[in-house]
């Protein structure tokens, strides 16, 4: 996300595309067949500027701030941390519970608190609060559940109620870290005990990691690398065998005799026919499917050199920028933000969205975005990030790209329109979920750092 935005990328790379808008539908997300061309002209009407200057919201809908970092106060009355993005929601009652990352890497003004028994390296300002607010989005409370990691970005929700949040990092122990970093850690949303004492779960590998979704009948987990030289990779961890998911399931294994190891950490390998597919920008066209292999990790921990680079060329399938990741219809949705022919892509796009399907054990091309001409246009969209599936039908996308901010809606009939636009900065929208009966929607805006509830006629 932030470390490796597109905004700091595109203006170097830039070229005439395709056009300015996703192509495909949610329709053809969920069916085989190819996507169409989405067209605009749907959703909840224009946006209606904010006269605050923050968040501008189509008429009927309304915006409470629950966190803002630097200003609103957690249990131990430090300010909420900096820069929030991946998010996941719990329910608890009529209360919901929201896990946020805080993706610091050192610089940021407001540190996740290393608070004690809670904390992995106090030299990392990283980490994940907890945010409870009410059925109506009323803020209750914030604390910290977890501290001390590196550039916590995105990651998934488990079956079993737990947030896996993930370290977009490669860094290694030195200077201030006390610790190596590029771990995934997982958070409890109700049992703050739970989260003492955190460990890595070093079986998922050490890379830059953007973001999880896990296979609830088999506990497969299915996770995104956003990296670059070479561009990074689709992993999938096998759990070893007779391992059932559940509360404290993961951290039992990690910490049993060759936890680190356990189970099998392996890379995507796509091939068309016999031919292999060297990077996911090769597809162009919606409907594109690659039958898949799996490759094993050399070395998940990346002792002496990067995963991404422990393979011979044309072993494995490369992408730029991967990013948000869910599961839903049976399979692994994941998101390609962009690609530039500068940073090693084959072909130039502003993001693509991908299902594996595990029974087939294929990968198909849902969605394509071209090359945006003008960002600065508010109906133009760019650059999926967070991705979020929506109850009333669609999917919302968290924009981090060029321009204008917004989130934005596809619907079912492949309609595209603004769900949301950032009136104040071009900073990127994130963390984008739904409340469990879907009068809420939570999201971000990362910088300077606000979580937002946004509610209204969501049947309209």
């Not at 192509?23 to 224009?46: E, F, H, K, L, N």
């Not at 990283?126 to 970005?153: M, P, Q």
């Not at 956003?226 to 759990?239: E, H, I, K, T, V």
């Not at 394509?368 to 969209?381: H, K, R, S």
Request: some cysteine; proline content about 6%; hydrophobic content about 35%.
């Amino acid at each position: 996300m932030a470390s490796l935005s597109r905004r700091d990328l595109l203006r170097t790379g830039a070229a005439s595309g395709l056009g300015i808008i996703v192509a495909g539908s949610v329709d053809a997300i969920a069916a085989p067949a190819a996507a169409a061309q989405v067209t605009r002209g749907a959703g909840y009407g224009p946006l209606v500027d904010d006269p605050a200057g923050l968040l501008a919201l189509p008429e009927g809908f309304r915006y409470q701030v629950i966190a803002q970092s630097g200003v609103t106060k957690l249990e131990t009355g430090q300010f909420t941390p900096s820069d929030p993005d991946g998010m996941a929601c719990f329910r608890r009652g009529r209360d919901f519970v929201l896990i946020n990352n805080h993706e610091i890497g050192g610089s940021e003004p407001h540190r996740t608190p290393a608070l004690p028994g809670l904390t992995y390296d106090p030299g990392a300002g990283g980490g994940t609060t907890t945010i409870v607010v009410d059925h109506e989005g009323n803020r209750k409370s914030e604390y910290v559940s977890l501290a001390g990691t590196h550039n916590n970005c995105a990651g998934g929700e488990t079956p079993w109620g737990t947030w896996l949040t993930c370290e977009e990092t490669e860094q290694r122990a030195g200077g201030v870290f006390q610790k190596d970093h590029g771990y995934v850690f997982e958070v409890d949303a109700f049992d703050r005990d739970a989260n003492l004492e955190p460990v890595p779960l070093k079986f998922l590998g050490r890379y830059s990691h953007e973001a999880v979704a896990v296979d609830p009948k088999t506990s497969e987990i299915y996770l995104t690398e956003d990296a670059s030289g070479p561009n990074g990779l689709y992993f999938r961890w096998l759990p070893p065998k007779g391992f059932r998911g559940g509360k404290g399931a993961l951290r039992a294994l990690v910490l049993s005799a060759g936890g680190d190891t356990a189970g099998k950490l392996q890379a995507m390998s796509a091939f068309k026919g016999s031919r292999h597919i060297g990077d996911l920008s090769e597809a162009t066209t919606p409907g594109t499917r690659y039958k898949v292999r799996w490759v094993d990790v050399p070395d998940r921990d990346a002792r002496t050199v990067s995963v991404r680079k422990q393979f011979a060329p044309g072993q494995v399938t490369h992408s730029r920028k991967l990013e948000g990741a869910y599961w839903g219809d049976g399979g692994a949705y994941f998101v390609a933000s962009y690609a530039r022919i500068s940073d090693g892509s084959v072909n130039e796009h502003d993001g693509q969205v991908w299902f594996y399907d595990p029974r087939s054990e294929t990968i198909e091309l849902k969605t394509i975005y071209g090359v945006n001409p003008d960002p600065e246009a508010d109906t133009n969209y760019d650059g999926p990030d967070n991705i979020t599936v929506s109850p009333h039908g669609g999917l919302i996308l968290a924009e981090d790209g060029e321009g204008l901010s917004h989130l934005v809606g596809v619907t079912k009939d492949g309609k595209s329109y603004p769900m949301a636009r950032n009136d104040l900065n071009d900073s990127e929208f994130t963390g984008p979920v739904f409340s469990q009966d879907g009068r809420i929607l939570f999201a971000c805006i990362q910088s300077p750092g606000h979580v937002f509830a946004i509610t209204g006629p969501w049947d309209r």
